[in-house]
């Protein structure tokens, strides 16, 4: 109970320090290698616009474990305003949570902030964000992100006797820093050839429309992502071009990612879709019917379209069925790469039961389809209903009045006797 009491105390106190700017003592020789840092390292943003950095800490040792932190950013208020902190991972996860702290002082063009463990806790070690910045860029201009001072602090627990006290661990700060009149991020972009390549052959990306807003900037690097593993590097100096090739060995869909570096190392990236063709693969795009109830013995029309989306010319079956069973078959012949057609069944009802029925189309018969999934298509419900008989009640209600009628012709006619 006694240790509980101090370490609350000890969080009070925390608490006060981090509120009041008070430095805290620091005997403690932490690893030299701990690191709090800004990134990314240089932010940007037009005028009007937002952006975020992100306060690291890495190389916390577990012998002088994070239990609360307390950051102080320095920035122009003439370019940035303060829009916001959240915390991060690095402490979020703390069993009873943390406690937030923030002082904002913008015409000054600082913000303190801080978040400190809830509880009897030893802390968190290793790698993770301490939190995640917002500012608004509100003018042409450059600005620095500091948190080199005195008041930006890591602090363990440190025991002591039969309590805890805090006790900052020395770290490596670095800096950020805000530009939107240099520094302005590349802007990737490319093109591929043949829109739809095969397997196997040869596809040329050119990312010549890529470029560097900068009047002195340019890019140094085309990094491509080819969707299946692979990639390739081309680098100022080295190899640098804005074209690359690749042949693939799957078909389907790959996502292609290019990223490009300018000589301020800011970098931009585009993702782009390649659908390779597969050898075989034919598919069902449509199916349509003429009517979605009918009465036993009446008939609906079905068109299946299909298309070749392979490689190869192909010949196969279309079927036609009703909740699993044939309506019919039909032979589409030599349809060629690109090629779509549109195969027409009539679906006689006159020996179906009276129900609701699935309308589906399947083209089969070829081999090694890459893509077998798109083969069968659904086109619908029909609801197939019996015809109505004539009503009984109108029956018993006819020979009713032919009897009444009957029984007044007969009463009438013995009058006139």
Same mark, same amino acid.
Request: glycine share 8%.
């Given at each position: 109970?006694?240790?509980?009491?101090? %370490?609350?105390?000890?969080?009070?106190?925390?608490?006060?320090?981090?509120?009041?700017?008070?430095?805290?003592?620091?005997?403690? =020789?932490?690893?030299?290698?701990?690191?709090?840092?800004?990134?990314?390292?240089?932010?940007?943003?037009?005028?009007?616009?937002?952006?975020?950095?992100?306060?690291?800490?890495?190389?916390?040792?577990?012998?002088?474990? %994070?239990?609360?932190?307390?950051?102080?950013?320095?920035?122009?208020?003439?370019?940035?305003?303060?829009?916001?902190?959240?915390?991060?991972?690095?402490?979020?996860?703390?069993?009873?949570?943390?406690?937030?702290?923030?002082?904002?002082?913008?015409?000054?063009?600082?913000?303190?902030?801080?978040?400190?463990?809830?509880?009897?806790?030893?802390?968190?070690?290793?790698?993770?964000?301490?939190?995640?910045?917002?500012?608004?860029?509100?003018?042409?201009?450059?600005?620095?992100?500091?948190?080199?001072?005195?008041?930006?602090?890591?602090?363990?627990?440190?025991?002591?006797?039969?309590?805890?006290?805090?006790?900052?661990?020395?770290?490596?700060?670095?800096?950020?820093?805000?530009?939107?009149?240099?520094?302005?991020?590349?802007?990737?972009?490319?093109?591929?050839?043949?829109?739809?390549?095969?397997?196997?052959?040869?596809?040329?990306?050119?990312?010549?429309?890529?470029?560097?807003?900068?009047?002195?900037?340019?890019?140094?690097?085309?990094?491509?992502?080819?969707?299946?593993?692979?990639?390739?590097?081309?680098?100022?100096?080295?190899?640098?071009?804005?074209?690359?090739? =690749?042949?693939?060995?799957?078909?389907?869909?790959?996502?292609?990612?290019?990223?490009?570096?300018?000589?301020?190392?800011?970098?931009?990236?585009?993702?782009?879709?390649?659908?390779?063709?597969?050898? =075989?693969?034919?598919?069902?795009?449509?199916?349509?019917?003429?009517?979605?109830?009918?009465?036993?013995?009446?008939?609906?029309? +079905?068109?299946?379209?299909?298309?070749?989306?392979?490689?190869?010319?192909?010949?196969?079956?279309? +079927?036609?069925?009703?909740?699993?069973?044939?309506?019919?078959?039909?032979?589409?012949?030599? %349809?060629?790469?690109?090629?779509?057609?549109?195969?027409?069944?009539?679906?006689?009802?006159?020996?179906?039961?009276?129900?609701?029925?699935? +309308?589906?189309?399947?083209?089969?018969?070829?081999?090694?389809?890459?893509?077998?999934?798109?083969?069968?298509?659904?086109?619908?419900?029909?609801?197939?209903?019996?015809?109505?008989?004539?009503?009984?009640?109108?029956?018993?209600?006819?020979?009713?009045?032919?009897?009444?009628?009957?029984?007044?012709?007969?009463?009438?006619?013995?009058?006139?006797?």
């Amino acid at each position: 109970m006694k240790r509980w009491s101090f %370490l609350w105390l000890s969080t009070a106190v925390i608490a006060l320090i981090m509120v009041l700017g008070i430095e805290s003592v620091s005997n403690v =020789h932490a690893p030299p290698d701990t690191r709090a840092f800004i990134t990314p390292p240089v932010g940007y943003a037009s005028p009007g616009e937002s952006f975020t950095v992100d306060i690291e800490v890495a190389d916390v040792a577990s012998a002088h474990p %994070l239990y609360s932190f307390g950051i102080n950013i320095s920035f122009d208020p003439d370019v940035l305003q303060f829009n916001g902190v959240t915390e991060g991972d690095f402490l979020k996860e703390q069993p009873d949570g943390t406690d937030f702290y923030i002082r904002v002082e913008q015409e000054l063009g600082w913000v303190y902030f801080g978040y400190t463990t809830h509880g009897a806790y030893d802390g968190v070690d290793g790698d993770g964000t301490l939190a995640t910045v917002s500012f608004n860029a509100t003018a042409l201009g450059e600005s620095p992100l500091n948190i080199t001072n005195r008041k930006t602090e890591l602090i363990e627990m440190k025991p002591v006797g039969g309590g805890h006290v805090p006790e900052q661990i020395p770290c490596t700060l670095e800096n950020g820093y805000f530009t939107n009149l240099a520094g302005v991020p590349p802007v990737a972009s490319f093109t591929y050839s043949p829109e739809k390549p095969r397997i196997n052959e040869t596809v040329t990306f050119n990312a010549s429309a890529s470029y560097d807003p900068d009047d002195t900037g340019y890019i140094v690097s085309f990094v491509w992502d080819f969707g299946d593993g692979t990639t390739e590097v081309y680098v100022e100096g080295v190899n640098l071009t804005d074209t690359a090739t =690749h042949a693939y060995t799957t078909g389907g869909a790959h996502s292609v990612i290019l990223t490009v570096t300018d000589n301020s190392e800011m970098e931009d990236s585009v993702t782009e879709s390649v659908s390779v063709r597969f050898t =075989h693969d034919i598919a069902v795009t449509e199916v349509q019917v003429s009517k979605t109830m009918v009465t036993v013995g009446e008939s609906v029309s +079905i068109d299946a379209t299909v298309l070749n989306k392979g490689a190869s010319t192909e010949t196969f079956t279309v +079927i036609a069925l009703y909740d699993g069973n044939e309506i019919g078959e039909e032979t589409v012949s030599d %349809l060629e790469p690109d090629g779509e057609e549109t195969v027409n069944f009539v679906w006689d009802t006159s020996e179906v039961a009276e129900d609701t029925y699935s +309308i589906k189309a399947n083209a089969t018969g070829v081999e090694d389809d890459g893509n077998p999934a798109d083969n069968i298509k659904f086109g619908g419900n029909v609801e197939v209903k019996v015809a109505a008989g004539f009503p009984i009640e109108y029956i018993i209600i006819a020979v009713v009045a032919v009897i009444v009628i009957a029984i007044g012709i007969f009463a009438y006619s013995r009058r006139k006797r």
